[in-house]
C-alpha cells in the first residue's frame, strides 16, 4: 500500500470543492441575486465619493450621502461652525428685509420700490467681516437738508448707543467748506469715528461745476483726512449740472449716497423733504450704510421716536 499523497491530495479535495461550490451558486438563484446586489452596492458607493455627476438623458443620477460618514472629525467641526455663522447672518439679512418693507408700507409713495437698496449686493461672509460692531460718535455736518435728517439720525444713535452732533451751515456749499478750516474745527472738537456730509443741494445749478468746484471738494476731503465718513448727496427736484457726478468721482460709490434716485414730498419752497419724507431718506441712507458701504456700522431701525437732543450747532450763511 502506497503512502498517502497529502499535497496532491489537498490539491484534489480543493479543486473538487471549488468547482461544485461554482457549480453550485451557478445553479442557486438566490446566490446570483446577492451576488448581484453587492456588485450594485460596490458602483453606488464608488460614485457617491466621485467627484462628478452622470447624466442620462433627461435624468440625473442622484448620489447618496454615504460619503459624509467618512469625514474627519475636524471637517465636521469646521462645517459646524460655518454653518452657525450663516445662520447668524441670516437672521440679521432677515431684519434688514423687514425693515426695508416697513419703509415701504409706512411711506407708500416716499420711496419708489426700485430704488430701495438689497442685502444681496454683499456675500453674507463679506458682510460679516466688514461690520463695525463698535458704538460711534457721529457727526452730520452740511447744508440746510440735514434739518429733519438729524432727528432721525438721533433716533438710530439712540436705538443703537451712538453718539451724535450735528452742525446745520445754512446755504453752504461745496466752496463754503472748502474755502475755509470749519469742518476740521469741528473734527478737532467732536472728535468723530463716523462722518456724514451732507452737501450739494445749493449747487444743483452752477455752471461749470468741475472746474469750479474740484479744489473745494479736494479741501474738504483732506480736512477729513482717514476717518470713516459718507457723502450723502442732495435730494435733487430737477436735473443737476454735475455736482453729484462731481461727488462720486471723488470719494467713489461705496462713500456716496445717491440722494437723487428717491422721490420726495417736499415743503412749498419746491426743495427741502417734508419731515416724513426726511425720516424715510434717513431710513434708506441707515439701510445702505449697513449692507452697501465702505464703512458699515449697526443701524437697526429704531423702534421708538426719541425727543432727545440732537446736539445741533447753527452756522448763518456766509456773508460775501
Not at 498517502?4 to 479535495?13: D, G, T
Not at 461554482?22 to 446566490?31: I, T, V
Not at 447624466?55 to 443620477?61: D, N, R, W
Not at 426743495?271 to 426726511?278: I, V, W
Request: glycine share 4%.
Amino acid at each position: 500500500m502506497q503512502p498517502l499523497n497529502f499535497p496532491y491530495f489537498k490539491h484534489h479535495i480543493s479543486f473538487i470543492l471549488k468547482h461544485k461550490l461554482l457549480d453550485y451558486l451557478k445553479n442557486n438563484p438566490l446566490w446570483e441575486i446577492i451576488g448581484l446586489l453587492i456588485i450594485s452596492f460596490a458602483i453606488i458607493g464608488a460614485y457617491s465619493f466621485a467627484q462628478i455627476d452622470l447624466k442620462i438623458p433627461e435624468i440625473a443620477l442622484k448620489k447618496t450621502e454615504i460619503n459624509q460618514l467618512f469625514e474627519s472629525v475636524a471637517d465636521s467641526s469646521k462645517n459646524v461652525l460655518k454653518q452657525n455663522l450663516l445662520a447668524d447672518t441670516d437672521t440679521i439679512i432677515k431684519e434688514i428685509k423687514i425693515k426695508i418693507d416697513t419703509i415701504k408700507k409706512a411711506n407708500k409713495t416716499e420711496i419708489r420700490i426700485d430704488t430701495v437698496f438689497k442685502i444681496d449686493t454683499l456675500s453674507k461672509q463679506e458682510y460679516m467681516s466688514r461690520l463695525d460692531t463698535t458704538k460711534q460718535r457721529i457727526l452730520i455736518i452740511g447744508d440746510s437738508m440735514l434739518e429733519n435728517l438729524r432727528f432721525r439720525l438721533r433716533d438710530y444713535c439712540e436705538e443703537n448707543g451712538h453718539e451724535m452732533k450735528s452742525v446745520i451751515w445754512y446755504s453752504s456749499t461745496t466752496e463754503y467748506f472748502g474755502q475755509s478750516d470749519t469742518l476740521a474745527y469741528f473734527i478737532k472738537q467732536y472728535n468723530p469715528t463716523y462722518i456724514l456730509f451732507v452737501v450739494g443741494a445749493n449747487e444743483l445749478f452752477v455752471k461749470d461745476i468741475k472746474k469750479k468746484r474740484q479744489k473745494y471738494v479736494e479741501h474738504i476731503l483732506a480736512q477729513i483726512g482717514n476717518r470713516k465718513f459718507i457723502w450723502i448727496g442732495p435730494p435733487n427736484w430737477k436735473e443737476d449740472t454735475g455736482i453729484n457726478e462731481m461727488i462720486v468721482e471723488n470719494v467713489g460709490e461705496k462713500r456716496y449716497y445717491p440722494s437723487l434716485k428717491l422721490k420726495y414730498k417736499r415743503h412749498k419752497d419746491g426743495a427741502h423733504p417734508l419731515k416724513a419724507s426726511a425720516y424715510a431718506w434717513m431710513d434708506s441712507v441707515a439701510t445702505w450704510i449697513t449692507t452697501q458701504s465702505m464703512y458699515p456700522i449697526v443701524l437697526n431701525k429704531p423702534t421708538k421716536t426719541s425727543k432727545g437732543s440732537t446736539n445741533t450747532t447753527m452756522l448763518q450763511p456766509r456773508r460775501n
